[in-house]
């Protein structure tokens, strides 16, 4: 199984940016699905999630009310719509899928893609 994520890249700060996410032998419809991110330094902190049904979609602090998750199941792809970026927004950002939302939001899926960088310049 491969996750792979792509849209990262450079930014200024108040731009937006969507993230993408596909997985080879997975039907994401069927995953619950979530945002992570790690800058350097830091932790992997949680961003945003979503459970198979969409009827759970959560949000970190940080991304509530500028970032939105969402899925095309016709296309099997799994996005991050980021708008007002900021500066401390700036970090690779994976994607990951498990059946178990709990496991999702606890940050421990089976399944990772290797990330796509966002850089934020002020």
């Known amino acids: 199984v491969e996750v792979v994520e792509s849209g990262g890249g450079l930014v200024q700060a108040g731009g937006s940016l969507r993230l993408s996410c596909t997985a080879s032998?997975?039907?994401?419809?069927?995953?619950?699905m979530g945002w992570f991110r790690q800058a350097p330094g830091k932790e992997r902190e949680w961003v945003a999630a979503?459970?198979?049904?969409?009827?759970?979609?959560t949000y970190s602090d940080s991304a509530k009310g500028r970032f939105t998750i969402s899925r095309d199941n016709a296309k099997n792809t799994l996005y991050l719509q980021m708008d007002n970026l900021k500066p401390e927004d700036t970090a690779m950002y994976y994607c990951?899928?498990?059946?178990?939302?709990?496991?999702?939001?606890?940050?421990?899926?089976?399944?990772w893609g290797q990330g796509t960088q966002v850089t934020v310049s002020s």
């Open positions: 979503t459970d198979f049904r969409n009827t759970a979609t």
């Open positions: 032998e997975l039907t994401l419809s069927e995953y619950s």
């Open positions: 990951a899928a498990d059946r178990s939302y709990i496991k999702i939001r606890a940050g421990i899926a089976a399944y």
